[in-house]
């Protein structure tokens, strides 16, 4: 069973910054917080990871509760091309062997 | 970024034939492989993990003798769905991690599978 628990759906507004939740209270200290997106049709999209430190590349910010045990995944400026699933993962930090659960996922909306 | 291609994207093929597809990472070394289905307005379902050279690792309910798994070298793995019937019918996603242990998994655009 997947690890984390997401909203099912969220909207957001054009050019507004969406904020999408994540709970991981069951997280380990071995384990990272993966999220990937996957757009109607489309393979999954891999997006940012981090351990325990705030993190940020060119697609989106990850925040991170200082417990660990939630997260925020936050695109700065959406666009209706950001409209897709996103999944959030929790996996350990292993050389090999490790699965990747995929969760339900939030559906996000992001509408003209 | 890393490059994961998938082939075929899709097949429409009748019940009783076998289906290959295949994997490949195209700019970087695959220690290991997944492969995954998903049924419409559904999540991802892992079905299997694969490291290069060694049997493949399937999930409860999976029969592997039904989904043959190859991962022959550092880039390729291919699926085969051997014998398919209508029920096999799903989107088939492969992805590929890297050899370092913090590198994310990278996902080809998947292979929509039809049996008539």
């Known amino acids: 069973d997947a690890k984390t628990t997401q909203p099912t759906s969220m909207d957001c507004a054009e050019g507004r910054a969406a904020n999408l939740p994540c709970n991981h209270s069951?997280?380990?200290?071995?384990?990272?917080v993966y999220w990937y997106r996957q757009i109607h049709s489309q393979g999954p999209q891999y997006i940012i990871h981090?351990?325990?430190n705030n993190e940020t590349n060119e697609m989106a910010s990850l925040i991170i509760t200082e417990d660990r045990k939630s997260s925020t995944l936050i695109l700065p400026h959406a666009t209706l091309r950001d409209t897709a699933v996103y999944y959030c993962?929790?996996?350990?930090?292993?050389?090999?062997?490790?699965?990747?659960?995929f969760g339900a996922g939030t559906r996000l909306f992001v509408k003209a | 970024g890393a490059v994961v291609s998938q082939h075929p994207s899709r097949v429409i093929c009748k019940s009783g034939t076998s289906v290959k597809i295949e994997c490949r990472s195209l700019?970087?070394?695959?220690?290991?492989m997944f492969w995954y289905r998903q049924f419409p307005k559904q999540s991802l379902m892992l079905m299997a993990t694969?490291?290069?050279?060694?049997?493949?690792?399937?999930e409860q309910g999976v029969e592997k003798d039904k989904f043959l798994i190859n991962h022959a070298s550092l880039t390729l793995s291919t699926l085969t769905v051997t014998s398919a019937h209508p029920e096999d019918s799903s989107f088939y996603i492969c992805?590929?991690?890297?050899?370092?242990?913090?590198?994310?998994?990278?996902f080809g655009d998947g292979t929509r599978l039809s049996i008539l």
């Open positions: 992805s590929a991690k890297g050899q370092g242990a913090r590198e994310p998994q990278h």
């Open positions: 069951t997280i380990s200290g071995n384990e990272y």
């Open positions: 981090g351990l325990k």
């Open positions: 993962i929790v996996s350990p930090l292993n050389t090999g062997g490790f699965k990747t659960i």
């Open positions: 700019d970087f070394q695959a220690t290991t």
């Open positions: 694969s490291n290069e050279g060694s049997k493949a690792t399937y």
